[in-house]
Every structure is written in structure tokens, then in C-alpha cells.
């Protein structure tokens, strides 16, 4: 007994110095301060390994202090040390710090799990994934697992076990096999195997206790051969999100299956350079939306005009009339771009636009479209601000936290380019040095109030298309319009008087009067200048 409370203490210091750096970080942080680099490496890869690979044997080591068992003069003893006499002196109050510990460390490892993850689709990160839902609630399993055999390991519970063990490897399968949330097919694979092999396993459990009391002895030996039945269905299984690409879309029934869609065909785009097959499918999926879209301004309705030179689909791409009203995108961080590309381009943006009119309460969907805008299309500043319309929704803690971390990184991004800009001017006599930082803030503070008017002008034709419009919401959104209006050219009146030289200042609000108001003859007398 004295080597496990040396152990279950040390697990209990390690847990309490990770709280306390991620406390003391978190304090400088919030403070701005810098802080060490290699502790919070530390603890990052101590936190990723106790919620992953760790987090069954920790648990199961606090877990384990509820073994106990009725000996032949009728005491409970602790099974493993059997000179230990459960529920008095040290093994209470063990007892009663393995409970409170436990605890911490799920709620721990339950945030870790839920939150620190990349969100983002990206290319050399086999980890990131949509949510870690699929994760916590497989560490969640593991958690009652262990409880229900330290607590009830008699012959007397063995269908209960075994019954609340088919309930959750089901669940399990379920989860990594429809719902996969990564992003990397392989990665996707080896989960999905994984909770194949896992449910082949405990149904051949069931099995084996139904066969108990007969003369059949071969269970292991058919478990032993469904495995690589169970391996190959998995491998050779065709990619879920691929029925997604297939759905027509104008029939998708939630957001999740827009997200797989998006992601699908981007996925496709990605390798088509040197997969025939992407090519071609991508090509199919171009000639399928010309035959149901119904959109006449669509680029794939006149595909021979829409794609007649380059200059034309780099156009597109940059233009906000196909992109967004306000948004200027840099067209030399796409050099390498086709036609064909640039078209895919903007059908999953006007998809995603269509799925958040269609679904509005589908937080993910938001949070899919604005990694599509900072990513894909070079708009950080439209993806903020996407992220903040996502954050009056919110209905779940992990939901809140991606919205928050990237509403942050991308507020940083832009703050930092916006100085860099700033300092160009200064270094080139522009702007006044005292006046920098007014200017910054009234340019942004400028283009919220464009992104809020644009927004509200989008609301209020989209209720006008409706078959019975609401007179009533209506009515509140011409109102909103106007003191929206009114409030972009107060601020764009601030900008001229500090600084007249501005040329994103320029552009922000030629393209507003252009797109917005339809004002083009000042509008693209300020975009000429």
C-alpha cells in the first residue's frame, strides 16, 4: 500500500503543478506579460497525453482504491493489498481524495479534449477535426467503464457489464462511423477500425456468454477471423463525406451534411492536379449544377463567356460581386489558380451563403464558412465577423471556446497588418504619427459599421423574397438600415478629416457605395483615386 499512495500522490502533485501553470499563463496572458515557452510545451504535451493514451490507466489508478472485497473472517479488504481494511483510517480518506481528484482530472481532461484542437481544415495537421466530441464522449465511456468493473466485478453484474457495454460500444461505432469529425481520411479510417473492431469484440463477448453452458468452445477462434472481415469492410468502405458530394444542393437536410459537402469538394481541388479521378468527379459535379441551378447570374449557366480568358476568372475571384460586397481580395496570393477552380470557388461560397439562410442556428455551418472566407478567400475581416454573429448563437461550451480562439487569432491578424500599414504611412510622411492610432480605430470601427449595414441590407432583401414577407420585420430593418447608413458615413467623415490619403479607406468605402448603396458614381470616383 505504501508504493501506491507514494504514486497516487505523485499523480496528485503533477495535476495540481499543471493547474497552477495553467493559471499562472493564463494571468499573464490576460496581462499581456510574457510568459516561458518550454513550460507551456510541457504541459501541453502532459494535458495532450492525459486525455489520450494516459487518461485510462490515471483513471483507472484513482479508481482502483474502490477495490475492495469480503475476506474469510468477513472484513472488506482492498484486493491488490489485502492487509489494507477498506473504509477506515487511510484508505477513507484516500478514498475521499481519489474522488475529488478524479474529478478534477475529467473536468480537465473533458475541457482539453473539447478544446484544444486545430478546428481548422488544415493540410499537414493529421489532428484537426471538426469537433472532439467523438473523443470526450469515448473518454467518458472509458471513465464509467472503469467504475462499473472496480465497483461491480462479481458474477452476479456479468449481463449488466456486458449489456451497458454492447449500449456504448454502439454509441461509439456510431459516432466514429457516421459522424467521423476529421478532417484526414486515414485518420478517419483508423478511428472508424477502431470502433469496428471494438463493437466485433464485444458482440463476440455476448456471443460467448450465450454459448457459455454448451459445447461450443470456438468463440476466440471467430473472433479471430471476423478481423479482418471487420478491417477490410472498413478500409475498402466508401468515404462517408463522398455521399455528401453526391446529394443535390438544393436537398440538404441539416448543416453538417453542407460542411461535408464543402469539405469534399475541396478536398477534390486540392489533389485533382495529380488525381484523374478528382478531376473528372470535379468536372462531373460542374456539369451537374449547370443542369439544376436555377441562378441566371450563375457562372456555370454561360460556362464558354464566364471562362473565357484568365483575366476574366481571376475577375471573379477578385471582384466582390461574386465574392462579397466589400471585400477586396489579393489577387497575387493566387497565381496558381484555374477556371475551373475559381468557379468551385464561388459555388461553395454562395453554398455556404444559402446553407446559413437555410440553417441559422447552425453554429458549426458559421464556424465552417468563416475558416472557408480566412482561408480560401483571403477575407479575415468578413470571417470576423461572421465569428461574432456566431457568438450570439452559441449553445455549447467547446463551440464557444473555437469561436472565441479564432475571433481572437483573426482580431490579432488584422490588428497587426493594420499596423503595418499604419508604419508604411508614417515611414512614408502620410499620416501624422500623433494621429496614428485615432485612425486605426475609427478604420475599424469603420468597416464594422459597413459589415453591420451590409449585413442588414442582405436581411432585408432576403425578406422581401420570401413567398409572405413580415411587413413588421421589415419595417424594423429599414429603420436599422438607415441609422446603419448614417453611422458609416459619420465615420467615414472622422477618416477623411485625420487622414485623406488612406487607400483601404478608399476602397472600403468606394465598394460600400458601389455595392451597398448603389451610388456609383461616387463610388468609383473614390475607387479611381
Known sequence: MTVYT????LLLGLILIMILVLTYSYYMTSKKRPTLHWPLLAIRVALYLSSSVLFFPIMDYFISIFSCSENSAGQFVHIYFSDTTCWKGLHLAMV??????????LIITSIVTLTLFEARPVRDNFNSKMNARGLWLLNIHKTILIILFTIFNTAHYQIALITYMVIGATVIFIMFQFYNPFYKEVISKAWSTMAAFNLWTILMLVFAKIMENTEFDECVFVWILGIPLVFLVNIHNIDKKMSYFLINTTKFRNGDEIINHAHYVQKLMAVQSHDNNAAVMLDGYL?????????????????SKTMANNTLARKLYSKSKLIDFLMIFNVDNNEGITEKEVILIYLIYQLYLTGIRT??????????????LSDKMSSKQQALQVLIEAEQRLSSVDQ???VFRYKKLME?????NQQHIQLQQVDNGMIDMSNETSFLVHLRQCQANVEKSSLLHMEFWSQLAEDQPDLAKINELGSKITLSVKAVEDQWN???????NNAKAYRLYGKYLVEILHNKEKGEELLAK
Open 6 to 9: 507514494i504514486i497516487f500522490f
Open 96 to 105: 475521499i481524495f481519489a474522488v475529488i481528484i478524479a474529478l478534477i482530472f
Open 287 to 303: 456539369e451537374m449544377h449547370k443542369q439544376d441551378c436555377y441562378n441566371e447570374q450563375c457562372p456555370c449557366r454561360d460556362k
Open 359 to 372: 440553417f441559422p442556428n447552425c453554429i458549426p455551418l458559421r464556424i465552417s464558412y468563416s475558416f472557408f
Open 400 to 402: 464557444e471556446f473555437i
Open 412 to 416: 490579432d491578424d488584422l490588428g497587426e
Open 494 to 500: 472622422k477618416l477623411m478629416r485625420i487622414n485623406s
